[in-house]
């Protein structure tokens, strides 16, 4: 755990750049290191976990699974993305919960990629976690005996309590009585609160509202309201995930061609401003929201009512 630990530090600190810069990321094209700093935890208390994935651009990584990291309890804290022209690394921190009372074992916890252009999938693996679970209490001195008190008192008579008991189940019965006669609908009032909006119309109302703006912001702004559909939509961790995670979920694969074609696009000129500084013309400005009211309007066919 300890070599994990340093190799995860040396990964951490290692500068990036993207797109072609001087510093590149380490050359492994599928890796995955968990880091967990404490070697013994305590039932209940947050220590820090570490999760990095890397990967050669060249691969569809699959979509990451807290899951795999049962029986822990995860809290996210940071999500860094760092790409270059050859590869992309994923870092994870969370504050991390053993609710056990004795060991936790963690097996080998799989990273599976498949080649962009079709192909078996590859599957890697971290090494195996074990964690030392710290009693809150020590087994040779668990404190001293709580020791009874003095005599106790004569337990008052129950008489008043039944008489109370009766007079209250009178009471319950007269009001269910009343609530199971049949109630007259008050004149006006509807009958059914009105139904909130489907996300595909929030989405399409919401991206009609960045028409009027320019430059990247809109660009960004318009991903990140499709990124929000499209968890509403597919249930995926889309907001929280990189281009890679979210055209890797199953329930994106299911869609047609075109329309993973035209998703990729749109998160992926976002990624270029973000990541490239890349300066987005007029032009892109307006095919990009022109794009994402399509996706929108598309895939809404089998949207949840």
């Known amino acids: 755990m300890k070599d994990v630990g340093l190799l995860l530090a040396v990964l951490l600190v290692v500068p990036v750049t993207c797109c072609g810069g001087s510093s590149a990321l380490p050359e492994k094209d599928q890796w995955i290191g968990i880091e967990v ?3 013994r935890v305590e039932p209940g208390k947050a220590f820090p ?16 699974d807290e899951g795999l990291l049962a029986p822990l309890d995860l809290r996210l804290e940071a999500f860094v993305l760092d790409e270059d022209e050859h590869r992309v690394r994923e870092t994870r921190r969370y504050r991390a919960y053993a609710f056990a009372l004795e060991d936790v074992s963690i097996p080998a916890v799989p990273f599976a990629a498949r080649p962009q252009g079709g192909g078996a999938v590859k599957i890697v693996h971290a090494p195996a976690l074990r964690l030392r679970v710290a009693p809150t209490l020590a087994a040779t001195s668990p404190g001293a005996p709580e ?13 008043p309590w039944i008489g109370l008991g009766l007079a209250l189940l009178v009471g319950l019965g007269l009001v269910a009585t009343r609530w199971r006669r049949p109630r007259r609908p008050v004149a006006g009032t509807p009958a059914e609160e ?7 119309a929030i989405a399409l109302e919401r991206l009609g509202r960045l028409r009027s703006g320019d430059g990247n912001g809109v660009v960004a702004a318009a991903s990140e309201i499709v990124r929000e559909y499209v968890a509403e939509r597919f249930d995926v961790r889309a907001p929280y995930q990189s281009t890679e995670e979210v055209l890797a979920a199953p329930a ?24 490239a500084a890349h300066a987005v013309t007029p032009a892109e400005q307006e095919s990009h929201l022109d794009e994402a009211e399509a996706f929108v ?3 809404a066919r089998g949207e949840a009512s």
């Open 147 to 159: 020791l009874p008190g003095g005599p106790l008192a004569e337990p008052p008579s129950r008489a």
């Open 49 to 64: 976990l570490t999760v990095v994935r890397i990967w050669n651009r060249e691969l569809a990584a699959a979509a990451w």
């Open 297 to 299: 309007r598309e895939t």
């Open 37 to 39: 700093l404490e070697e």
């Open 252 to 275: 994106i694969q299911t869609e047609a061609r075109t329309q993973r074609a035209r998703l990729r696009e749109l998160l992926a000129l976002s990624d270029r401003t973000k990541f």
């Open 194 to 200: 009105p139904a909130a909006p489907a996300p595909h």
